[in-house]
């Protein structure tokens, strides 16, 4: 009689195991729900830079927030400016995650995202219509109308210049 009411009380452990455990997952599975869809969004993605309104439909701007962070932390994206982030790769030489692109393509994308306008700036112009030989670093970009975001990565920044309706200087 012993063995068989043993048997009996190891099915209920094993199923209250099960319960328990398939409870963990479930709660497990709520809780990254919301980081597993944007981190499939993020590495399926077209996109190279992502702010907080790509993610709206998923839910408000508090958890997003959240997991932007901990996407940070797990190396999936780098910050750029506020509210700004791109798509990481792991370097190579370094083993920390850096941008996919170069800053001056992910400010360009970044600014189209927030609606900014970007114009040549004076030094492309001036470099395509050879009045210079010297070649633009990229790192000056020419917008037409406010920004007041600052873009940058590791210490490397953009600046942003007023780009002028017409530049004629011929």
């Known amino acids: 009689m012993n063995f068989i009411i043993f048997i009996l009380l190891d099915d209920v452990v094993n199923l209250y195991y099960t319960y328990v455990v398939n409870l963990k997952e ?5 809780k990254q729900t919301l980081e597993s869809r944007m981190s499939y969004r993020i590495k399926r993605g077209k996109a190279f830079v992502y702010v907080p309104g790509d993610f709206t439909d998923l839910s408000d701007s ?3 927030g959240r ?3 901990s996407l940070v932390q797990a190396g999936l994206l780098v910050k750029i400016g506020q509210g700004i982030y791109a798509r990481a790769k792991i370097s190579s030489l370094t083993g920390q995650p850096v ?3 170069s800053l001056r393509d992910l400010a360009i994308e970044a600014l189209s995202k927030l609606g900014v306008e970007v114009a ?4 492309e112009l001036a470099y395509n219509s050879g009045q210079t030989t010297q070649v633009p670093t990229g790192r000056v970009i020419g917008v037409k109308g406010r920004i007041s975001r600052k873009i940058s990565y590791n210490g490397r920044s953009i600046t942003f210049e007023k780009a002028a309706e017409q530049r004629r200087n011929h």
């Open 99 to 101: 941008p996919e692109k």
């Open 67 to 69: 997991v932007f962070r």
């Open 26 to 30: 479930v709660e497990m599975t709520i």
């Open 62 to 64: 508090d958890q997003i």
């Open 120 to 123: 040549p700036s004076r030094y």
